[in-house]
Structure formats: structure tokens, C-alpha cells
């Protein structure tokens, strides 16, 4: 990571310093610009990216009295993973969580059918797919570092517990604060809140107004309902136990993930958990009618553990110890769209949903809170972009466009796979091939269980696959796959993704052709005199006087040579540039293939090495865009779609923009 860029700093530098003003009173103000609703997964992305912009004012209100302590969701995709390195916390999942490597198959034995056997083991994840691993992490775990995320931002900002929505309205004569939501006291009220004045004020509502509101509120939604929106699709639910607890078995793939089709149904997912000894078990219970409820009452946890015993058969499984159980009900369901908008208005969205406020899962295809999280990772640059002032609020509107289908896509994967692994496991035709059916369904989407099948489709924000061909490995739409690169100024080996924060800042990968070794006439440089000088170059049109060259689009050259085959001093002075109030140099732009480990960035993404490209990667990772690295107008047309010019003034540089290095 980088700092000291605008002078020293003792101590931690993930502490930022607060912005004026901050931590902000305890109070609710009587507006803010965004009010998110709800502290699960995607609430808290959303309000964790926020809180790096402290010239937004966001708060972000729960109901519960405090953070949440155990249960619900636990795995963490590949692709939920590299959001978790943008965020500066991935590491630490690593560490302190479960990494799946394999999953196991077992049924029921043809010739025993009371006893189980093992049908395969399988790589839980396609190798070179992504660079980070399919990880297991209790859902409270994630959201405690969401939240650390919060408190050391400049923002300082943290959850306002026991708050819960009653009611949003939007009035769109107010071009300020169109939102109106009415908030009361929850019942569950934050430790050492409860006294004499707050039991008078439990009584009373709350009235904040907003520019923007999102209901981040779980599969029960009141922002939904105010919106006049209902979740659509099974009429029925799912019903699944959930348990996780210490045991001691000698089930042989215990610390494996393991899926068991038993016979006569009643199919069993086992998730080893993180620690070394938690496990965690999905018992399937059925499906309710309906309108059915379920008699929560006829599910104990000692019905889910002998339903484990009993399928374990001929193995042992004895419980120590039930860390948490619930019964969890589900039926896969969608919103037709995510934001307020009338298809029939041109006005913009004021109140967007997110999670499982608009979509919901069944917890087989473990989606849930990836995808929620994955909602709010697109909103939430679209939303800093508009208040910021770089873009106009029409891009608010390509969240529901984008997200919408993507909830759809996996919601009809979820269902078939749902439908496959509850088959009773003597339900193949006979003849069927040896593998069964749900370990091949498995293997063929293993794409997207690891979060990695979204694909946007060709808009303003994502380009025609014209020059696709230049580098076929980053495919436009979808979400940019890091590879191995060196940086030329220290010579650190490390990922080139890792160069993408959460900052809303668009990504501009240059790879130069194989000849080009940075004399002024070539490629690299030709590309560096424009896009620092041209008056049509985006970066002189949509960066603002006074910032840094990199505070809207962020450039990056990308070698063909080994770090001792090329002369940092020789590059051109763009991928230099001086930067903050000190004018410090950034050495941090230039990067070679790694010749050491093998795997040549060029190769792995099949890189044009004669003629190289430009890769433009939009703030949520996702590949926008590979033209060639002359395509001068087209890339300046793209932004331009996107962003508005940063002064009146085209010709105006910008001004530390240009200052250059030694
Ligand atoms: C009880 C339960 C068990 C689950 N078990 C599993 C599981 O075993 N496996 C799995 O994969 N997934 C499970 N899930 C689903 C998974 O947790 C979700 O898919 C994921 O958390 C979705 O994230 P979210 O942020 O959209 O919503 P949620 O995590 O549901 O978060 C919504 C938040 O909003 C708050 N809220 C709700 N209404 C209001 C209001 N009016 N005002 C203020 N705050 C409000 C809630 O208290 C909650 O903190 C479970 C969900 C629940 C609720």
C-alpha cells in the first residue's frame, strides 16, 4: 500500500486521518446524502466503500442492537475474495478462515443403501481461475472487518444499532434531499442505551431526508415494500436445518466439503469451518406448500443431529458441542428491477434495493451473501462518481440494469442445482453415466460457484468485443483476472489486481508491444504525450485542476521485458508522475512479466506481443474495454460516454497533472 504521499504519518498508516468533523455526533442529522438501511453483507460493503469518501455523508442504520455475533452465510467465493483484497482485507480471511480445495461426493451404496459411499473428490476450484481461494468464514467474521474498514476510514463512520425503517417517500420537486424516511427505535435497543429518555423516545419516529437511500434490508424488505416492489418466483420454500458444532466423527472427509445424496432424500452438505474444528451441517428438511408455515417447533437441533447420524451410517458422529443452529427457509425469488425508477420517466433513481432485498437463494449454491455483496461493489463507485460530481446521476441507472440480470442468471443456476442435488440418489435412468448427475452439474458450473460467471452485457460502460482478439484473456464484461506481474522500481513480484482499490477510479492497463523499450517514438510513449497533453486526451478532460494525474484514471504500463532489461529512468516522465501537496514521485505505475515464476501475463491472458493494447478496467473490477493502444478517439469517446469534463475550460490542464519526475 502507499502512503505518506501528503507527508509523514507515525503509526498505523489503514488509520486514516479523520476528516474534519469526525467521528460525526451520535445524533442522526436532519439530511445525508446516502442513508443505507440494514448491516448485512451488502449494506455494510456499500457503507464500508462509502466511508473512503468523507465529502459524502452516509449513514448506514440497523435495527439490531449490535453487530451481529454468529450464524447465517459462510462461504466466501473466489470472486467475493478478490472484492475482499480491494478492500484491503483478504489477507485476513486467508488466515483466519477455512479454504476450500475439494469437494466430495458420497451416496447412498446400490448394494447397501443404508450405508454411504464415495462417488468422487473433485478440485473445489478450477486451478488458475482466480488468484484467490473459495474460503469459509462465518458471515459475523466478514462483517467485523467491513466494519474496521469503516472506523479507520476518514469518515469514521459506524452503524447507528437499533434504528429500524418504517417508511420511505420521495418527493422529486426536491432537488436536494428527495428521500424521506421515517425511522423508529427497535425493540432490541444498543448496550447502555436503554434509559428513561430513550423509553420516551421509543415512542417517537425519526425523520431523516436523503439524496439516496438503499435498503440493504434482507429478504423482508420494508424499502421494498415501500417501493411497491415484491420478490417473485418459488411460491414455495425450502427448508433446510443449519448447525454448526464441534463433533467427533469417523466420517473420513469430515474436514473436506462434502455433499451427500442419501436415500429416500434428506441430503446433507457438510462445510468444514474455520479453526480447525467447527463444522457446519445443511440438513434438507423439504419443501413447504404454499402459504405453509413451518411448526419451528417440530425442528430440534436433535432432530438435525440424528439425521446426520442417520445418513452417516456406517460411520460414527457424536456432537460436543451446537455453536449455533436455526432452521433457515428459502425460496428462490427476484425483483423486477432494483431502483425506483418508472421505465416510462427519464428521472433518475432515488431509492435502489440490494441483497436479498431483491434476490434470494437457496443456501446450496452458496450465493447469498456473495452476490448481495457483489450488488453493492456496483453501486456503490456509481453512487461516490454522481456525488463527487464526475458523472451524471443517468449512471445511477445501470445498477438495476446490470444487476438485475446477473441475480436472474444465477437464481436460474441456483434452482437447477437445487433440484439436481435433492434428486434421491437412486433417481438416475438407468444406464446413466458413472459419475452422477451432481457431481458433473458440479464440475461444469464451478465458474459460477466461484462468483466468476457475471458477465455485463455491451453498454456505455462496457465496450463491443471489436479488438477483443488483442487480449483474449481479459474478456470485456467481465470481471478483470488478475495475473502475475513484477513492479519495475523495487522488483516485487505481486498481482497486477492488486493495483485496484476502493476508490472509484477507472484502470488503465497499457501492455506494450514486444519492440518497445520506451524510446519516445514508441507506442508506450507515444501514448504517454497524449493522454498527458492532448487536449482530447480523458485524463486532461476529466481530471480537475489541482489533482493528482490519477485521481479519475489511474494508467499503468505493463513490459514484455524483465525488470533488468529495462531502464526506469529511460520511461517516459507520465508513468512517473509527481503527486500530492509534496510533489512526491510515484514509482508505482511500471510493471514487467515475471520471468522468474513462468507465468508471463502475456501469455496467460493471451496478450497481442506484437502490436499490445490498452485494457480499461471500470472501478468494480470488471473489464470495461480492450482497444488498441492507439485507439485515440475511441478511448476518449468511452469516458466521455461516462464522465463529465472537469473544467470549462477543455484546453485547462490539469495541473499537478503534468508535473513530471526527475
Ligand atoms: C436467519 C438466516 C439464516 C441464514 N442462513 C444462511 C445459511 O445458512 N447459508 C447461507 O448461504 N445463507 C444464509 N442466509 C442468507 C444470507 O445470510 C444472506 O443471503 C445474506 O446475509 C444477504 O445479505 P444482505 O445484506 O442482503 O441481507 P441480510 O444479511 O439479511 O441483512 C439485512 C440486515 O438488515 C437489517 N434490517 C432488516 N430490516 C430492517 C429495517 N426495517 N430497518 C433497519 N434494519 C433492518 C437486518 O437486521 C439485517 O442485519 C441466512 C439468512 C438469515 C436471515
New binding site residues.
Given amino acids: 500500500m502507499q502512503y505518506h504521499d501528503h507527508g509523514f504519518r507515525p503509526g498505523d498508516p489503514e488509520l486514516s486521518a479523520p476528516a474534519p468533523g469526525r467521528p460525526h455526533p451520535a445524533e442522526l442529522p436532519e439530511c445525508v446524502d446516502v442513508l443505507v438501511?440494514?448491516?448485512?453483507?451488502?449494506?455494510?460493503t456499500l457503507a464500508a466503500y462509502l466511508a473512503g469518501f468523507p465529502e459524502i455523508s452516509t449513514r448506514i442504520?440497523?435495527?439490531?442492537a449490535g453487530p451481529?455475533e454468529k450464524?447465517?452465510?459462510?462461504?466466501i467465493s473466489c470472486r467475493s475474495m478478490e472484492m475482499f483484497n480491494a478492500f484491503g482485507f483478504a489477507d485476513t480471511v486467508k488466515r483466519q478462515g477455512y479454504q476450500v480445495n475439494e469437494t466430495v461426493f458420497w451416496k447412498a451404496d446400490a448394494e447397501k443403501p443404508d450405508h454411504i459411499v464415495r462417488t468422487g473428490r473433485v478440485d473445489d476450484v478450477e486451478e488458475g481461475i482466480s488468484e484467490m481461494p473459495h474460503m469459509i468464514l462465518n458471515?459475523a467474521r466478514v462483517h467485523d472487518m467491513y466494519l474496521t474498514v469503516m472506523e479507520k476510514s476518514a469518515s469514521r463512520l459506524m452503524p447507528d444499532y437499533g434504528?429500524?425503517?418504517?417508511d420511505v417517500t420521495v418527493d422529486s420537486a426536491d432537488q436536494d434531499y428527495p428521500a424521506t424516511v421515517t425511522l423508529k427505535h427497535?425493540d432490541e435497543q444498543p448496550v447502555g442505551a436503554k434509559n428513561d429518555a430513550l423509553a420516551s423516545a421509543r415512542e417517537e419516529t425519526i425523520t431523516i431526508r436523503a439524496k439516496y437511500v438503499v435498503g440493504?434490508?434482507?429478504?423482508?424488505?420494508?424499502?421494498r415494500h415501500a417501493m411497491g416492489l415484491e420478490l417473485k418466483g418459488d411460491s414455495a420454500n425450502q427448508v433446510?436445518g443449519?448447525m454448526d458444532v464441534l463433533a467427533v466423527t469417523d466420517f473420513p472427509d469430515i474436514r473436506c466439503k462434502t455433499l451427500i445424496q442419501a436415500s429416500g432424500g434428506g441430503n446433507i452438505i457438510i462445510i468444514p469451518r474455520e479453526g480447525g474444528y467447527l463444522l457446519r451441517f445443511?440438513v434438507e428438511l423439504g419443501s413447504l406448500k404454499a402459504g405453509e408455515r413451518l411448526a419451528r417447533d417440530e425442528v430440534t437441533v436433535d432432530r438435525l443431529i440424528n439425521a446426520v447420524q442417520r445418513t452417516f451410517r456406517p460411520y460414527n458422529f457424536s456432537v460436543k458441542e451446537v455453536a449455533w443452529w436455526?432452521v433457515?427457509e428459502?425460496g428462490q425469488r427476484l425483483t423486477d428491477k432494483f431502483d425506483d425508477t418508472d421505465d416510462s420517466s427519464s428521472g433518475s433513481p432515488r431509492i435502489f434495493i440490494?441483497?436479498?432485498?431483491c434476490h434470494?437463494?437457496s443456501?446450496k449454491a452458496?450465493?447469498?451473501?456473495n452476490v448481495?455483496m457483489g450488488d453493492a461493489f456496483n453501486l456503490a463507485w456509481k453512487v461516490v462518481s454522481v456525488l463527487t460530481g464526475r458523472s451524471d446521476e443517468s449512471l445511477l441507472k445501470t445498477y438495476s440494469e446490470e444487476r438485475q440480470g446477473v441475480a436472474q442468471a444465477l437464481i436460474d443456476f441456483d434452482r437447477e442445482w437445487s433440484r439436481i442435488i435433492s434428486e434421491r440418489a437412486d433417481a438416475e435412468p438407468a444406464g446413466a453415466q458413472e459419475t452422477p448427475r451432481f457431481q458433473r452439474y458440479f464440475i461444469e458450473h464451478g465458474r459460477t460457484t466461484a462468483g466468476l460467471s457475471v458477465i455485463y452485457e455491451p453498454s456505455r460502460l462496457t465496450g463491443k468485443k471489436t479488438w477483443q482478439s488483442l487480449a483474449a484473456g481479459f474478456s470485456i464484461g467481465e470481471r478483470f483476472h488478475s495475473a502475475p506481474v513484477v513492479r519495475l522500481a523495487d522488483a516485487k513480484p505481486m498481482q497486477l489486481g492488486e493495483t485496484v482499490g476502493t476508490d472509484a477510479r477507472w484502470k488503465l492497463y497499457a501492455f506494450a508491444p514486444a519492440a518497445d523499450l520506451t524510446s519516445e517514438a514508441s507506442a508506450i510513449g507515444e501514448l504517454c504525450d497524449y493522454l498527458g497533453s492532448d487536449p482530447q486526451s480523458p485524463i486532461r478532460r476529466h481530471t480537475r485542476p489541482g489533482e493528482d494525474i490519477d485521481a479519475v484514471i489511474d494508467v499503468r504500463a505493463v513490459f514484455q521485458q524483465a525488470t533488468r532489461n529495462l531502464d526506469l529512468a529511460a520511461m517516459p516522465l507520465f508513468l512517473k508522475p509527481k503527486k500530492g501537496p509534496l510533489g512526491l514521485i510515484d514509482y508505482e505505475k511500471i510493471f514487467c512479466s515475471d520471468q522468474r515464476s513462468g507465468k508471463d501475463i502475456f501469455d496467460l491472458r493471451n496478450v497481442d506481443r506484437q502490436q499490445g493494447c490498452l485494457v480499461l478496467v471500470r472501478p468494480d473490477q470488471h473489464v470495461a474495454h480492450v482497444l488498441p493502444l492507439d485507439a485515440r478517439d475511441e478511448l476518449s469517446a468511452f469516458f466521455a460516454g461516462i464522465l463529465l469534463p472537469a473544467h470549462g475550460d477543455e484546453g485547462e490542464p490539469a495541473v499537478r497533472a503534468m508535473a513530471t519526475g526527475t
Fill in positions: 438501511v440494514g448491516c448485512g453483507p451488502a449494506g455494510l442504520v440497523e435495527r439490531r451481529m450464524g447465517q452465510a459462510d462461504g458471515q434504528l429500524e425503517l418504517v427497535a440493504c434490508d434482507g429478504a423482508r424488505s420494508q424499502v433446510w443449519v445443511y436455526s433457515y428459502i440490494a441483497g436479498d432485498a434470494t437463494h443456501p452458496g450465493q447469498g451473501m448481495s
